[in-house]
């Protein structure tokens, strides 16, 4: 049985492995459309003439991760 610390921890670590399996995913798309891209946990930066073309990505992504 777990106590109530245990699964505080468990919680955090589901958070920040969904986090990285979520930037993962949004920075192989970048690659592929061969854009430039930053990321430090929840914040995703590219160039600014690529920022429109990025959001589509962030948006596909994350409504594809949504629906998993």
Known sequence: MLDNRELHFLRI???HL???HMMM???LAC???GLRFVGVHDSFWTHAC???QMN???R???GRYLKM
């Open 13 to 15: 670590l589901y958070t």
């Open 18 to 20: 969904t986090g990285s």
């Open 25 to 27: 995913m949004i920075a």
């Open 31 to 33: 690659r592929d459309a």
């Open 50 to 52: 690529d920022v429109d």
């Open 56 to 58: 589509k990505i962030l």
């Open 60 to 62: 596909q992504k994350f």
